[in-house]
């Protein structure tokens, strides 16, 4: 399976400021996802990153609050833009290598917003 | 939307025990996946079913996938302390073949 390198692993940052996660993948994939994870709860899907379209969000999150970038196969990252405390969570990504391997994750990025 | 619940939330178990986990889809599935998530780590993928009735066992686990393709079952056999952490079960819904949706998941601690 994948291995995916993310980070910032953990920041915190000032409200009204903006913070670019990172997500590498050691093997090209067509499909990457965006997840956030509030401790203690489950994941929710931000967006699907493909390579050469814009990402398709889901309802509750959009593009001017979330940009995402896709340039190539192994690369993606998600900006989180004027940031406000309800931003305070943990953000995944995550890439499907293959039909039957499931989805690999990266290691998170824990932010925290004051 | 669709939504996929599991119970028990949380499960506390001594060392030896066995432990169930339930997941349940509002709609049908075409799949189902299992992640392990420990404290502080990230989901790690399991298992996938695909067929319906379909059973899978990994050493002490035994994954089922429901006839109806709405439910599934994690079991653990005597369960030990590096079984510790958070059970998710995730779905794709049927004609939705990249968006997977998670279930709420269920949190186990085992004690000696």
């Known amino acids: 399976s994948a291995v995916i390198s993310q980070k910032p692993s953990r920041d915190i940052c000032q409200r009204g400021t903006s913070l670019t996660i990172q997500c590498q993948v050691d093997s090209q994939v067509t499909m990457m996802f965006w997840y956030r994870q509030q401790p203690g709860q489950s994941l929710t899907l931000i967006a699907t990153a493909n390579q050469g379209s814009e990402a398709t969000y889901e309802s509750g999150f959009v593009i001017d609050k979330f940009p995402i970038s896709r340039p190539n196969l192994t690369f993606s990252t998600l900006t989180v833009s004027n940031m406000s405390p309800e931003d305070s969570s943990i953000y995944l990504c995550?890439?499907?290598?293959?039909?039957?391997?499931?989805?690999?994750f990266g290691s998170g990025t824990r932010l925290t917003v004051v | 939307g669709q939504q996929v619940m599991q119970i028990p939330q949380y499960q506390h178990v001594q060392e030896g025990e066995d432990f169930t986990t339930y997941c349940n889809s509002s709609t049908t599935l075409s799949n189902i996946q299992w992640y392990k998530q420990r404290p502080g780590g990230h989901p790690v993928f399991l298992i996938q079913?695909?067929?319906?009735?379909e059973v899978k066992k990994q050493k002490r686990l035994t994954f089922q996938f429901g006839e109806a393709k709405k439910n599934s079952s994690l079991h653990i056999t005597a369960t030990q302390t590096t079984d510790v952490g958070t059970y998710f079960c995730a779905g794709h819904r049927r004609g939705t073949a990249s968006k997977l949706t998670f279930g709420t998941g269920t949190r186990l601690q085992v004690t000696l």
């Open positions: 995550s890439a499907l290598h293959g039909a039957n391997s499931g989805y690999t």
């Open positions: 079913l695909v067929k319906s009735g």
